[in-house]
């Protein structure tokens, strides 16, 4: 089979050949070179079998008899026991993984020279003591996604070999005090249990390269912290030797809603504890955070503007184990399908693909506008189309599966249905909670926000789901006492006299300014720097160290990013265009006939030159005061310096950066795949499109010309839907790659070596593709040309995707007979691009024949494959 190994078929037939030779007495005559390769292909079959994906429910005898055999994969079968397989003394690679196995095979224990074992994905409860004692030369050892809570002790018998374990996906809550045993352990999985604590001893050695602890409710060290990674954790550690940790409960809480929900109504009267009504022209603009503390917990409240316009920066602050109040018009809201995914069906489907473990707590608001009976209704109304939407998830998810695994070749699909089951493992149905797919449902709480009673109710029930440490496990965090005297100094410097508003500061200045304080005269910069990330990630401040233009800037007030963010990303941004002053045109060398063109531009393009976001930023900067940081953000060179702002948006992919205003298609050189190349830049001001704001226009259609029926047409379909804003993000990612491109609301036309390629957005109800067009080449040899463009554009459409883990994308291709629904669903991607290696397809619906090139990437000896760097949207 696969890889060069023997299939059940092979081995059988390599031993009866082997045997008649031994009967022979040796005497057949051969080529001598001949025989010798015979012979070694002969036994490398016998040393290594595949029998992946053959629904085996025995271990077939032909492989019992095989005592030389090395290496053994029953990947993806029906087995419970492995009967007989001790006999298999030679064994040092065994893959049992996606089996039905309930009890651990006891009999491994004979497999003396095992060297890797792969047990995932079963149903495994318990390892019996006994077994690894036997298995002293083990390296590789998978256990993840069993049922496990706990390893045997006899696992340290592997301390001298194991360098590589796999636990993740079980039901650990305590830590398994046997791994600390593995002193040669260099890379440690155990992410997605249920651990509140890790010991220290783990991080002592130096052994341990890699470690991923995500998905576990940990308070010490908190789950922050080991995002930073091991040097982190060890730092962490070391700095809890020189006192005790201090116990921290804070709880990020978002505030979502359609605009003018009444979000930030709720938020104030939360904070002052009484109604306090906000009048509409104060309405949020973009995000505003604030603190306040309710009992022992402090709450930072992060409320997100409702606008649409608003939503494309709000992926950058949106996080997960946060608690999400979901405000409800209740006034607003009717009881159908258009109002329910309008104010509650799309802030939950976006939170559910975006954020894997939020809490969402929906709010109704405005109950003094409407009945009493109403508001009953209405809240029935929303709970019930909750339950039906998330159960329509489940059973997508569940119909996924199934085709999967009922398809004739399910070992090709193997990454989709492992992404697919890990996604249906996050049900959970209980009393007052949906737990669905990633997001948690709370029950729906009416409010009046004139009446300070219902603040008051509202507040006690916020207190009792936080106080839930099944809801909240990661609310308490314990953290060394210089973590908080960092915070504490870093809040005394930001609210100072001499700190600017905007809160920026130099990370070398910081570091200066804090180790004036008594308790941090000995902070070093790696300690500092390891704090600032904790500080990131919970939202206190904002540090990109991983953004080379800002890595040396810590913002000290998240608040000034989101008006930096606000000044280009916002609602009604035409009306602040043509309200530029004359005196900041003057500044700017331009003209009123230069704003007018802006204007126009920016309405017909959504673009705006260099010239024209300086003149922007400059008149909005004044308008609020702040006109001191213009340089500080925007640079100090009018036509070529870049400032902080560029860099976060294109960073967070909201803007690209062109450079022709009229047609958008510099030349670009050859395209050869494997290897790099680059496009040709033109001299001059650069533009800024901003796919945000982009019109449906007839542009793009008439550079395409029409759909043909000879195209090469993809879809890549997703589920629940496209995530907002994710189109736009396509865009830049894709236009980046290649320069040649005209844009449009839901269409973009790339084209490379002169050959275009369409990409289209159909975002309906439970039919939510992106259609990719390529025209079919007129020769046999542009096959390859064109796959390798439309599998580019697949790449960097599956990279995007991994950024919401809550959403499912698979690729298919509509069948080529006319009227025919069929669909060949493409395989999983090795990075090559070829997905078939096939010359003909036939469709089981049609019956049609066709050649395999028309509907798949197809594989041909001595060609390059697709470069990888692809997905990453980087010229190669």
């Known amino acids: 089979m696969e890889r060069g190994w023997g299939s059940l078929a092979e081995l059988g037939e390599a031993g009866a050949a082997q045997e008649e030779e031994t009967k022979g007495g040796g005497e057949r005559l051969e080529d001598p070179a001949g025989a010798t390769l015979q012979g070694q292909e002969q036994e490398d079959r016998l040393r290594e079998v595949n029998l992946s994906t053959q629904r085996l429910r025995v271990l077939p005898l032909a492989v019992l008899s095989n005592s030389t055999l090395e290496s053994l994969d029953l990947d993806r079968n029906k087995l419970r026991r492995i009967t007989g397989i001790s006999k298999l003394c030679n064994l040092k690679s065994l893959i049992l993984s996606k089996n039905e196995f309930v009890d651990f095979p006891s009999e491994i224990q004979s497999l003396v020279c095992l060297e890797r074992l792969e047990l995932n994905q079963n149903q495994i409860r318990i390892i019996p003591e006994g077994v690894f004692s036997h298995l002293s030369r083990l390296k590789h050892l998978r256990l993840n996604n069993n049922r496990l809570c ?83 954790i060890r730092n962490y550690f070391s700095q809890l030797q020189h006192g005790l940790g201090q116990e921290d409960k804070r709880v990020k809480t978002m505030f979502l809603g359609a605009s003018l929900a009444g979000k930030s109504t709720i938020c104030r009267s939360l904070k002052q504890g009484q109604s306090k009504l906000v009048p509409k022209e104060e309405r949020t603009v973009g995000i505003e955070i604030s603190e306040f503390q309710m009992e022992d917990f402090t709450f930072l409240f992060w409320d997100f503007a409702g606008q649409l316009e608003y939503y494309m920066t709000h992926h950058v602050f949106i996080t997960p184990q946060a608690l999400v109040i979901l405000v409800i018009n209740l006034h607003m809201y009717q009881t159908n399908d258009k109002t329910f995914k309008e104010l509650v069906g799309f802030w939950i489907n976006n939170l559910s693909m975006r954020v894997p473990n939020s809490v969402v707590l929906p709010v109704g608001t405005h109950v003094d506008c409407c009945q009493e009976q109403e508001v009953a209704e209405k809240t029935r109304d929303i709970m019930a189309r909750i339950t039906a939407m998330l159960a329509e998830r489940k059973s997508n998810l569940a119909h996924f599966i199934d085709n999967l695994e009922g398809s004739e070749e399910p070992k090709f699909y193997v990454d989709q249905w492992e992404r697919l089951k890990e996604m249906e493992s996050c049900t959970l149905t209980a009393k007052n909670l949906f737990w669905m797919c990633f997001c948690q449902i709370l029950n729906l709480v009416a409010v009046n926000c004139t009446d300070h009673r219902d603040i008051r109710k509202l507040k006690t029930i916020i207190l009792k789901h936080v106080k839930n440490e099944e809801l909240f496990p990661e609310v308490v965090r314990v953290l060394p006492p210089v973590y908080r005297q960092v915070e504490a100094a870093i809040v005394e410097i930001a609210q100072s006299e001499e700190m600017a508003d905007h809160g920026m500061m130099d990370l070398q200045y910081l570091l200066s300014k804090l180790s004036q304080h008594k308790h941090l005269a000995s902070l070093d910069r790696e300690l500092l720097q390891d704090i ?61 006939r230069d704003r007018a063109n802006w204007v126009w531009t920016f309405k017909s393009k959504a673009m705006l030159c260099h010239q024209a976001v300086r003149a922007l930023v400059k008149h909005q900067l004044c308008s609020e005061g702040r006109w001191d940081v213009f340089e500080e953000i925007m640079g100090h060179r009018p036509h070529r310096g870049r400032g902080k702002l560029f860099s976060l948006l294109e960073h967070f992919e909201l803007c690209l950066e062109v450079k022709h205003t009229e047609a958008l298609n510099p030349q670009a050189r050859e395209f050869v795949p494997g290897k790099p190349w680059e496009t040709t830049r033109s001299q001059g001001e650069s533009w800024y499109l901003f796919p945000t704001y982009l019109n449906q226009t007839e542009e793009v259609s008439e550079f395409w010309g029409g759909d043909h029926a000879e195209d090469l047409h993809i879809r890549a379909y997703f589920s629940p839907e496209i995530p907002e804003g994710f189109f736009q993000r396509l865009l830049v990612k894709a236009c980046s790659f290649y320069s040649t491109h005209w844009v449009a609301k839901v269409t973009c036309l790339l084209v490379c070596n002169g050959k275009p390629l369409l990409i289209k957005e159909n975002n309906q109800r439970a039919y939510s593709y992106l259609e990719l067009r390529s025209r079919k080449p007129s020769e046999r040899t542009g096959f390859q040309f064109a796959w390798d463009f439309l599998v580019a554009v697949v790449l960097i459409i599956q990279k995007l995707a991994e950024e919401w883990p809550g959403l499912h994308v698979c690729v298919k291709t509509p069948c080529r007979t006319s009227g025919c629904p069929a669909e060949f669903l493409w395989p999983d991607m090795d990075g090559t691009g070829a997905t078939t290696k096939e010359d003909v397809k036939t469709c089981g619906t049609c019956g049609h024949r066709f050649g395999a090139e028309l509907l798949l990437p197809k594989g041909e000896p001595g060609v390059p494959s697709l470069c990888r760097s692809c997905a990453q949207g980087k010229e190669g």
């Open 532 to 592: 600032l990330r904790y500080l990131h990630r919970i939202g206190l401040i904002v540090w990109y160290e991983e953004i080379k233009h800002l890595e040396s800037t810590v913002f000290l007030q998240p608040t000034f990013l989101i008006t930096m963010f606000k000044l280009l990303v916002r609602h009604h941004l035409v009306q602040q265009l043509e309200s530029i002053s004359v005196e900041t045109l003057i500044g700017e060398h331009a003209t009123i």
């Open 150 to 232: 706990a390893l045997p002790r006899d696992l340290a018998a592997c301390g001298g070999s194991l360098q590589y374990l796999n636990i993740s996906n079980n039901l650990f809550r305590t830590f398994p005090q046997p791994v600390l045993q593995l002193a040669r352990l260099q890379e440690f999985h155990v992410q997605n249990n249920a651990l509140r604590q890790l010991p220290r001893e783990l991080f002592q050695g130096q052994s341990l390269k890699m470690f991923k602890a995500g998905g576990n409710p940990l308070r010490e060290p908190p789950t922050e912290v080991c995002a930073g990674g091991i040097q982190q």
